[in-house]
């Protein structure tokens, strides 16, 4: 025969019910308000032993039912109201005998209760949450994966005080540390002291500390500029540039002048110093201001030339002189001079034609007072007043000296001319962007002769020109016995060309001849009789007006 089956004792027994006369009596008198739990008397359930927040352990199963999963959790019992003192703590409900009958009795599940203690229900049936880390190892149960969904779970009245309060259950952002908000407010501190100073200051700026307006400026900066700026070009010529006043009998003029060497040699254009013929007073003042007087030592009418000395002068600085033949049409120049007698103005341009023939001065009916140029033309700004000037290319060499300009109202197409330069009150047309200098290579020569020899020489070819010819061309009138009859030039031979260069007019062959010096050698294209013909012909000399 099997073992009996143990005996249980109903008054211990969950859902096991009594008579009334066997019900155990409470221990204390009956609370005349009902209050729960303490109302009428009644069976009354063991209360759950004091828990965890991490949760219990889960329960085993009776005999013979299926085995529950470790891994389940199983809900807190909501803590209620403590009780009063001297009340003997409930004892604890027996685990079932492997003999009862297979029935496993979950513990969140409480006892009957009578009808004056109404069963208090679970508040919460949410998951379990995990566990504290610093929970009492011998309470909680092992941590579970499942993160807890109710953030009350997680708090823990066994565990140490934190520093910082609860966080939402799932939260892993740290609470922020208090090296970030000072260093924030370190810098709304920097922007909001920088916008208070920044408007300090442009008030300070705008109304000066005593009311006063201040206005901004640049620093002073060095004076040094580049050695092929204009500034740096005229810069070192200006010591080397002069202007002339020149009073006579009946005329006064302005011009402006070139020192060629330390003993005072100053190059300028005959025009300017012709009013003071041969009683005129010269004076000639410095870019630094020294004035003194200047006498003529030569002049050329036909090339438009005059050198004039100073003496007593120490420190002069001669102008360096260039090579008009490596000029090219566009090349930057830059003039110096005194237009309209403002002193040491300074234009720029550009070289817009080269060997351009122009002819000034004079009446030109007999050639005689006629100056003849093979010019470089320009646009760099040139007056009456700039004449006898210097042209200076972008290195700051002497290129050309300015003598002539084609105004608004010069339309005889001659190149014109700008006569004495003004400074007696009469109307003068200014620069129209046609300004014409003769090159320093012509220059060069004829200063030169003048100083040693108090005149120059001019290359020519001998004969007589018919200065009533209209058609292309310069036309012989009479071959003479000089050295255009040697080479073989008759009366009426027609000269078109000049090496190669054409020639449109008496004029132009005469510019074209006086380019080059005595004793050149010319190759001139000619017709005759319906036929072209060349010759060479060595040019002579003859001594300048």
């Known amino acids: 025969m099997g073992a009996e089956p143990p005996v249980s004792d109903p008054a211990t027994t969950p859902g096991v019910s009594l008579p009334p006369a066997e019900r155990p009596k409470p221990l204390h008198d009956p609370d005349p308000y009902s209050t729960p739990p303490y109302g009428a008397p009644g069976p009354w359930a063991p209360a ?29 019992v909501p803590d209620g109201p403590p009780a009063p003192a001297g009340t003997p703590a409930p004892a604890p409900v027996p685990p079932a005998d492997a003999s009862a009958p297979d029935t496993a009795v979950p513990e969140d599940v409480p006892a009957p209760l009578t009808d004056s203690a109404p069963a208090t229900p679970n508040p919460d049936p949410a998951p379990t949450p995990t566990p504290a880390p610093d929970a009492h190892p011998d309470l909680d149960p092992a941590p579970s994966a499942t993160p807890p969904l109710n953030p009350w779970h997680r708090y823990d009245p066994w565990a140490p005080k934190t520093p910082f309060p609860l966080q939402q259950a799932g939260s892993s952002r740290p609470a922020r ?3 970030r908000t000072l260093l924030t407010s370190a810098l709304v501190l920097a922007l909001v002291a920088g916008g208070v100073g920044g408007v300090v200051g442009a008030s300070i700026e705008r109304g000066g500390l005593g009311g006063d307006i201040v206005l901004s400026q640049a620093g002073e900066e060095g004076g040094g500029r580049a050695a092929d700026s204009v500034a740096g070009i005229a810069a070192r010529a200006l010591p080397s540039v002069v202007t002339l006043r020149v009073t006579g009998d009946d005329a006064t003029g302005t011009g402006t002048g070139i020192v060629l060497d330390g003993r005072g040699d100053i190059l300028t254009n005959n025009h300017v110093v012709r009013p003071g013929g041969g009683g005129g007073a010269i004076s000639v003042r410095f870019s630094g201001g020294q004035t003194v007087k200047g006498e003529v030592v030569g002049r050329d009418v036909g090339y438009d030339l005059a050198v004039v000395r100073v003496r007593g002068v120490r420190g002069l600085r001669a102008m360096p002189l260039g090579n008009s033949d490596n000029v090219r049409v566009g090349d930057p120049v830059v003039a110096i001079g005194a237009p309209f007698g403002l002193d040491n103005t300074v234009t720029a341009g550009i ?4 060997e351009r023939p122009i002819t000034t001065g004079g009446d030109g009916s007999d050639g005689s007072g006629v100056s003849y140029v093979d010019a470089l033309q320009t646009d760099a700004s040139i007056n009456p007043g700039n004449s006898g000037g210097p042209l200076l290319d972008a290195r700051g060499l002497l290129v050309g000296v300015n003598s002539a300009i084609r105004s608004a109202d010069d339309l005889d197409g001659d190149g014109g001319g700008d006569g004495d330069d003004g400074g007696d009150g009469a109307e003068q047309s200014g620069s129209i962007g046609l300004g014409f200098a003769i090159p320093v290579n012509q220059a060069k020569r004829v200063a030169e002769e003048l100083i040693n ?6 290359p020519v070819i001998g004969v007589t020109l018919d200065l009533d010819y209209a058609g292309d061309g310069a036309r012989v009138a009479t071959p003479g016995t000089g050295p255009g009859a040697k080479a073989g030039l008759r009366a009426g031979d027609v000269i078109t060309q000049v090496d190669g260069e054409p020639v449109h007019t008496g004029d132009e ?19 005759r009789g319906g ?3 060349t010759v060479s012909v060595v040019l002579g000399s003859a001594t300048g007006d």
């Open 531 to 533: 036929e072209e013909l």
């Open 351 to 354: 070289v817009s034609a080269r």
């Open 48 to 76: 759950p032993p004091v828990q965890h927040p991490g949760g219990v352990p889960a329960p085993r199963a009776v005999s013979g039912a299926p085995a529950a999963d470790p891994d389940a959790h199983v809900p807190l």
């Open 509 to 527: 062959l005469v510019v074209r001849t006086r380019a080059h010096r005595p004793g050149d050698r010319l190759r001139l294209t000619l017709r």
């Open 453 to 458: 020899k108090g005149k120059a020489t001019h």
């Open 177 to 179: 540390p208090r090296r």
